[in-house]
């Protein structure tokens, strides 16, 4: 599932990172990827705009790379 996540986040990034269940990084990706096309539009706007595209580029296909491909479980028990 990383290697699909990777690939996807090589096209849309977020999307990819939604695969390997890291729900607050792929909204915040998705977020900024928007926002960066918007101002890559815009002429002024795409001094910031590519940086942050790239940025965001790099941060999705890390955060698919790096992702533990088994949930943590933690057991409380109650001693009392």
């Not at 705009?49 to 941060?59: M, R, T």
């Amino acid at each position: 599932m990383k290697v699909l996540a990777i690939i996807v986040n090589l096209f849309l990034p977020g999307i990819g990172t939604l695969f390997v269940k890291k729900w607050g990084q792929a909204i915040a990706q998705i977020a900024l990827s928007i926002i960066a096309g918007i101002l890559i539009v815009t002429g002024v706007g795409s001094i910031i705009g590519i940086p942050l595209a790239i940025g965001v580029w790099i941060w999705s296909i890390v955060t698919a790379a790096t992702a533990n491909p088994d949930p943590v479980t933690v057991v409380v028990k109650n001693t009392d």
